[in-house]
């Protein structure tokens, strides 16, 4: 299960990296997962289910709900940013247009996972883990999500402006033929 689990999280990392063409925002969108984790299993511990594999299909399924809330606050944010925003002002602007798209989506999957969890009936018992972990997960990322990305996305912006001055420290930019002083033009 631990392979599964870093595997999916190195698969998005790269998919991430290739589209933002970053190191640093990946991160900032995966430091979401460690709260719907959490959630997960915190949920699943209060009705009293176990971590089995039902319950591993829904952690994965969150990977992928809940990084999409960090996916829409980042991706409007790098677009401010492009127009000239600052990245505080920018990542502020992003949480506020976007609050009502991420709740939404966030409802709609909730909601959906609460027959899993508190369904009867036959294959209920099989199915109730992968509910719970899915609203649990969701109901704890939800929460954290919204203060935590824009905290990310600034002090990983400022890393990554730090890494790029000293990248060109080490590395200075040449410019031009190294041949000589320029030619002049005849008068």
Partial sequence: ?????????????????????????????LSTLP????????????????????????????????KKDAIMMIDFALEAQREGR?????????????FRPIMMTTMAAMLGALP??????????TRRPLGISIVGGLFVSQILTLYTT?????YLDRFGRWCSRKWALLYPQ?????AGPPATANV
């Fill in 1 to 29: 299960m631990p392979i599964l689990i870093v595997a999916a999280i190195a698969t998005i990392y790269i998919v991430l990296g290739v589209l933002y063409e970053s190191y640093i925002h990946p991160i900032t969108i």
């Fill in 35 to 66: 709260s719907a984790g959490a959630g997960a299993v915190l949920a699943l511990r209060l009705f009293g289910q176990e971590f089995g594999i039902i319950a591993l299909i829904g952690v994965i399924l969150l990977i992928g709900i809940v």
């Fill in 86 to 98: 600052t990245p505080a002002d920018a990542i502020y602007t992003a949480s506020l247009l976007r």
């Fill in 116 to 125: 899993l969890a508190f369904g009867s009936g036959d294959g209920a018992e």
């Fill in 150 to 154: 824009p905290v990310m996305y600034l």
């Fill in 174 to 178: 040449t410019s031009g033929p190294a």
